[in-house]
């Protein structure tokens, strides 16, 4: 019973190939996000959804487009990957709160390798 | 620009000392701050989170304090235990519910 659920862990694949990262969270949150982390484990926000809604966009290529199915769903795509993609990213969620404050539970990550 | 800085290196004490970690940050008015513990391959887990009109913050061993002054939080923890080794991350909140993280500090306990 896995709160923020994310497949695959690892991926691995060539430049210019189209890849997706699945992300689905059972806490019934309005929010969820995609976070990238690089090798220097930096931890960076990139969208956020709230109930299927984009609400953040963090100056992020085009080549990442966010889908937000239903508001226990967010999947990442990448079209036309580099080398400069490869990066662990994280899928969290979070619930709205009446003073904006609240706690982010984040997926365990996929590795994403370009090679 | 806004910038958040944590000790970049890592910090090194011993078991049943009380490890200090800290946050500063510049060019932000945050509404809250929260730290987080990320284990080596996972996903970082929530701590605490302080609000900015609060001073200080506990939770069991754990103790933060924010000081909206001097832009800095810090971060204790008491009675280290090797099992406290991980990353800690300072992440400053705004609005939509926008967590902005710092790089981390690596802390190892030591017997």
């Known amino acids: 019973d896995t709160a923020v659920s994310q497949t695959p862990k690892y991926l691995v694949t060539q430049m210019g190939n189209d890849k997706s990262i699945k992300c689905e969270q059972n806490?019934?949150?309005?929010?969820m996000y995609w976070y990238k982390q690089d090798s220097k484990k930096f931890l960076k926000i990139m969208f956020s959804y709230n109930n299927k809604e984009l609400i953040i966009n963090e100056t992020v290529p085009n080549r990442f487009s966010p889908k937000s199915p239903d508001k226990a769903h967010l999947n990442l795509h990448i079209n036309s990957l580099e080398l400069g993609d490869s990066a662990v990213y994280f899928c969290a969620s979070s619930q709205d709160s009446s003073d904006g404050h609240t706690e982010a539970f984040f997926g365990q990550g996929t590795r994403l390798t370009v090679v | 620009s806004q910038k958040i800085e944590q000790n970049s290196e890592a910090l090194n004490i011993q078991e049943g000392k009380t490890a200090t970690l800290t946050c500063n940050y510049t060019?932000?008015?945050?509404?809250?701050l929260q730290w987080y513990r990320q284990d080596p391959g996972r996903g970082p887990v929530f701590l605490l989170l302080i609000r900015e009109n609060e001073k200080e913050k506990r939770k069991e061993r754990l103790k933060v304090t924010f000081d909206t002054t001097l832009k800095q939080s810090l971060f204790h923890i008491t009675a280290s235990q090797p099992a406290d080794s991980a990353t800690y991350l300072c992440a400053l909140g705004g609005t939509a519910s926008k967590l902005t993280f710092g790089t981390g500090t690596r802390l190892q306990v030591t017997l």
């Open positions: 060019n932000y008015s945050p509404a809250y």
């Open positions: 806490l019934g949150h309005d929010t």
